[in-house]
């Protein structure tokens, strides 16, 4: 299982989508690796540079609606070659959240009150995500989250093609 610890990435906006998290010229490429350098490169979003904010993050805090538009694995892919493993939002696009566990990442929902909270624990701020505990700490303050039996599954197994090699 991966390591869903770390430093975060804000990005304080709601309806990032996945042409945003990887632009759709990319989806060529063949390797996730070839995808590293464009994540988040055509993100309008003030003072935000993916060239320097992304490098040494590793779990990413966003708002509401994360991951619509287009369906693609390509977006969590892109984020995962990045380092990072857990997102944590209010709401995600249905297909970009499953995507995430099918590659054995996390995809945590919390309310948004709890999101305002992370945000205000400020920019240098680190996230400890206790999978066994469903809980996530932030400067002192835990989060309380849920995950689905079979989504569990398939992060604790490193993805879907891995859960499906121990299971069939």
Not at 103 to 124: H, N, R, T, V, W
Request: proline residues 3%.
């Amino acid at each position: 299982m991966k390591n869903f610890s770390g430093k975060i990435l804000f990005l304080d906006r709601n309806d990032i989508n996945t042409d945003e998290i990887i632009p759709a010229k990319y989806l060529t490429e063949i390797s996730k690796e070839a995808l590293k350098p464009h994540c988040l490169e055509d993100l309008n979003l003030k003072g935000f540079d993916p060239k320097k904010d992304i490098a040494g993050k590793s779990v990413l805090v966003t708002r509401a609606n994360f991951g619509c538009g287009s369906s693609r694995e390509h977006a969590p892919w892109a984020l995962e070659v990045n380092g990072i493993n857990v997102v944590i939002a209010e709401s995600y696009a249905r297909i970009f959240r499953q995507n995430m566990f099918n590659c054995g990442l996390m995809a945590i929902e919390l309310p948004k009150a709890d999101i305002d909270s992370i945000f205000a624990a400020g920019a240098d701020a680190e996230a400890a995500v206790d999978f066994k505990k469903r809980t996530i700490t932030v400067k002192g303050k835990e989060y309380k989250f849920a995950i689905a039996d079979f989504d569990a599954s398939l992060v604790e197994a490193g993805g879907w093609v891995d859960y499906a090699d121990k299971k069939y």
